[in-house]
């Protein structure tokens, strides 16, 4: 709230504002020198298939030890990349890095990689998963690409074109945390895509809330007709695998199965556990 000035007019000095302020422009100025000194990291979290009671691949998770502050998690700075324009090389490094620590592991293990809507709108993506895949040699079809409901809302015509052509060059679309969004169930029959992902507020309340319960059995009984797969996010608890095992969900994620770690740790995790161990583990 402005105070009023001496001639009646509103004062915009703000204490709490300006220090935002400064905050936010330091902010940019390290993201700026992240990405030249590429200071950035990946960690990967395995996904388990519950079908084929195997990790079946990993998400690549962004992480940034920013110079002063320590780790900063991706909700921390992705917003203020993505205002800036920054997202487009980070999330081309991301995918370039992604590619290339997937293709030296087993060939049938997938990446998946989150994509914001801004890179949509920026343009470039496209190229920027073609140049991943040229340059790391990964095949298309190991690539999967986590798209939030926001890009599917925004500029319908070019996005489902992009889409469309991503999918046609092998490249797998998952719809990340759904049920969060601006949930129109519209757009599913508009969009082409393969997987939905299980926002983890619904998985976290699975077995305490029956609304919960009943939310994702709607959700992968939906996948199930529409003919795409459901991974469930957030999987912490053991009950939590049985019961959306039991309602057919074949994919898992979460730190019950692993946290994000780094891409040598996921491949000893890769040559020893099997769902059976990770689940009987906890
Ligand atoms: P997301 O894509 O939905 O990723 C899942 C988030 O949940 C990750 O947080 C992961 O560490 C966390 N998580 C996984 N399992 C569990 C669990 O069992 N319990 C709990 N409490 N949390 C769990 P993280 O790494 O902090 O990432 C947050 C968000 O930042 C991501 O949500 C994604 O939207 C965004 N993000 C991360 N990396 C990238 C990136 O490379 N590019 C873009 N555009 N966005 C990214
Ligand atoms: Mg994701
Ligand atoms: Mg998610
Ligand atoms: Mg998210």
Redesign the pocket.
Known sequence: QSKQGSRGAPCFFDPEMNHRLREKRSLEIDLRQAVERGEFRLAF?PQYSLEQQRVSGA????RWTRPGHGNM???QF?PLAEETGL?API?AW?LEEACRCAVAWPGELGIA????PAQFRQGGLEEAVEAALARSGLAASRLEL?ITEGVLMHDTEETLDMLQRLRRRGVRIAV??FGTGYSSLGYLQKFPFDKVKID?SFIQRLGQDASAGAIVRAVVGMSHALGVRANA????LREQAELLCAEGCEEV???LFGR?MPAAEFLRLVDTTTVAEAVGAA
């Open positions: 979290q998400e690549a998770l962004l998690p991706p909700d992705i997202i999330g991301v990689v989150n994509v914001s986590e990340d945390d983890r996010e957030g999987v912490e994620q979460g730190y994000p």
